[in-house]
């Protein structure tokens, strides 16, 4: 009904119509999707399949391999949350014109990898840029697809068809 990079935007009291650029990482299960937002459209997007899934299935691993350890995908999320940390980075540079927007208004995270500890942190660092943690980003493209619903005069443009 409406892309999830938009519907978060929403979620998290984004101004999707403002002429300023807004960059989202929403971090799945399945898939990470980062998109830089503004004019009530996706400017650009990408979807990369690592992701909350990827990052139990190496903890699952990992514990087989080193400790000969047979653990399930629910302990792998409790260490995941609990223990993990972040080391990757984000290298792509968004689009030249609205560099200055993300790089004053900085990233904004969503989806249940947001709640990675230090993820926050370990893109400040490697970006430089401002990292925004929503509040409760698991529920931000729900919340924002739900304020779409309410509002659908407000947000026609947005919506898929």
């Known amino acids: 009904m409406i892309p999830e990079p938009l519907a978060a935007a929403i979620g998290i009291g984004i101004d999707i119509e403002a002429p300023v650029g807004s960059m989202i990482v929403d971090i799945g299960g399945g898939t990470t999707e980062i998109a830089v937002i503004a ?3 996706i400017v650009c997007d990408q979807s990369i399949k690592v992701a909350g899934d990827a990052f139990n299935k190496d903890i699952l691993d990992h514990m087989r391999r080193k400790h ?15 223990v993990g940390a972040a080391m990757e980075d984000l290298d792509e540079v968004p ?13 904004y995270l969503t989806g249940g990898g947001a709640l990675l500890r230090g993820l926050d942190k370990r893109l400040m660092q490697r970006t430089n840029l401002p990292v925004h943690i929503a509040e409760d ?11 779409a619903l309410q509002h659908l005069d407000s947000y026609k443009r947005v919506l898929m068809s």
């Open 39 to 41: 004019l009530a459209g």
């Open 68 to 82: 000969n350890l047979l653990i399930g995908e629910r302990t792998a999320e409790k260490v995941k949350l609990y």
């Open 95 to 107: 689009p030249p014109e609205l560099s200055a927007d993300i790089y004053d208004n900085g990233i």
């Open 137 to 147: 980003p698991l529920q931000a493209v729900v919340r924002g697809t739900g304020i």
